[in-house]
Every structure is written in structure tokens, then in C-alpha cells.
């Protein structure tokens, strides 16, 4: 039996979560059915120190966007936050349906260009390296419909005191606008 499939007439390699989607000359097969990418899929201070290393008593926000590059509808059924520091939220409106414990700004996203975003508060309380994770939930045929991004924060004290076992930062500037 044939699966329906959708096709384009783009040249190259495609990687989307862990399925990596052959592009041939004259056609481009995807699944059969919505596909979820969440760009991007970690927020590390370790790898972009003037983003993610922030003072105490600053609250920016950080974003994520959602894309289906397949023809059907993606449906966003949750977005969860698990943070055991407090130190992160969900910027809401929830989208219709969800739970005050879900954000973003719709539930379906259509193929390209359309998109739809997450957005977290970042408010460091102390000195400390703040772990945390979003898990989006969808109706993606791709890595079981779920896509998780991966939160390794830094709250820094205006003074420059940084915990112990941050590393180094060098001479990166940190993020001090309210946002």
C-alpha cells in the first residue's frame, strides 16, 4: 500500500529531529503526515554566555520557534515547563485548550511559512546554574510528535561574583536590558 506523501522540487539534505528526510533532484518525500522542528532545541550559557548568563534581578525572555515543513497541520497539544528552580515561566496566552501550564502564541501550525512561538521568562534569584526544560507535545510523526528543549541558564551578580563550577566566561557581555 502507498502512503501519501507530499513532494517539492528541492535539492539536498533535510534533518528534522532525528529523522533525516532524503531530498532527490526533481522531489522532496516527507512523512505522511505533520512534522515538528523547534528551533532552537537548547538555550546553554556554555555555548552563548551574553544570551543566557544573566544578572540577578533581570528578567529577559527567550524564544523558540515551532515549524511543520509538511503539508498537514501540526497540532500543538501541550507545552510544559519543568523547572524545579522556579526561576523560569511560561510567557502566556495560553493557546485555546491548554492548560495554564502550556504557552505559545496558537496550537496549529500549518506548512511553511507558517510558525508559531514559545516564549520563556528568565529570572535568576541567585548565583547559580539554573537547569530547566520545555517539552512540546504535537500530533508530529516525527521523534513520537514530541520536541524538548533543554534550559542551562546563569544568574550572575552585577558585582561579576559567578559560581564556582559556571567555568569560564571570558569576556562576554551579559544580558542587562529588562526585555
Not at 9 to 33: D, F, K, R, Y
Not at 124 to 152: F, L, M, Q, R, S
Not at 154 to 169: E, H, K, N, S, T
Request: hydrophobic share 40%.
Amino acid at each position: 500500500m502507498q502512503k501519501n506523501r507530499a513532494t517539492s522540487s528541492i535539492v539536498g539534505l533535510l534533518a528534522i529531529g532525528s529523522q533525516c528526510l532524503l531530498v532527490a533532484c526533481g522531489g522532496t518525500t516527507l512523512p505522511a503526515g505533520p512534522v515538528v522542528v523547534v528551533t532552537p532545541t537548547s538555550w546553554d550559557y556554555t555555548t552563548d554566555p551574553q544570551t543566557y548568563a544573566v544578572y540577578v534581578g533581570v528578567s529577559p525572555h527567550f524564544s523558540a520557534q515551532i515549524e511543520n515543513p509538511a503539508t498537514n497541520p501540526l497540532t500543538i497539544s501541550s507545552v510544559k515547563l519543568a523547572d524545579p528552580s522556579g526561576a523560569f515561566a511560561l510567557v502566556m496566552p495560553s493557546p485555546g485548550g491548554l492548560t495554564n501550564n502550556d504557552a505559545g502564541l496558537k496550537t496549529t501550525v500549518n506548512g511553511p511559512p507558517d510558525s508559531a512561538v514559545v516564549q520563556v521568562i528568565f529570572s535568576p534569584t541567585a548565583t547559580i546554574i539554573y537547569d530547566a526544560t520545555i517539552t512540546i507535545t504535537t500530533n508530529g510523526v516525527n521523534d513520537g510528535g514530541v520536541a524538548v528543549i533543554k534550559i542551562h541558564a546563569l544568574g550572575v551578580q552585577p558585582d561579576g561574583g559567578i559560581p564556582a563550577d559556571a567555568g569560564v566566561l571570558g569576556d562576554a557581555g551579559l544580558y542587562v536590558d529588562g526585555g
